[in-house]
């Protein structure tokens, strides 16, 4: 049984930092390409940044560049973002994908406020 558990979601002031961590279970983990998304409410899911089973390519959206830090632990099997410099536009439920050429799998989501 495949399974993305997201941690590290909360609320946090606008400036402020997180770090979310996807542990993925039932999957062999290195041959799958990662991706951070979000969704906001009212608004598409949309991709945040994905890192290949590597790590040698990372994509991130243009709204996250330079604030946002994907990367990924193959021996754990966990994939990582490292959020700074939030802003309340962050907001949104994060979620975990794992995608190879056959399949993509979705973690169940963590929620990230961005408010003072």
């Known amino acids: 049984q495949v399974q993305l558990v997201e941690s590290g979601g909360g609320l946090v002031q606008p400036g402020g930092s997180l770090r979310l961590s996807c542990a993925a279970s039932?999957?062999?983990?290195?041959?799958?390409?990662m991706g951070w998304y979000r969704q906001a409410p009212g608004k598409q899911r949309e991709l945040v940044a994905i890192?290949?089973?590597?790590?040698?390519?990372?994509t991130y959206a243009n709204f996250v560049k330079g604030r946002f830090t994907i990367s990924r632990d193959n021996a754990k099997n966990t994939v990582y973002l490292q959020m700074g410099s939030l802003k309340p536009e962050d907001t949104a439920v994060y979620y975990c994908n794992a995608q190879n050429t056959v399949t993509s799998h979705w973690g169940q989501g963590t929620q990230v406020t961005v408010s003072s």
């Open positions: 039932g999957i062999i983990f290195y041959s799958y390409t």
């Open positions: 890192i290949t089973s590597s790590g040698r390519t990372i």
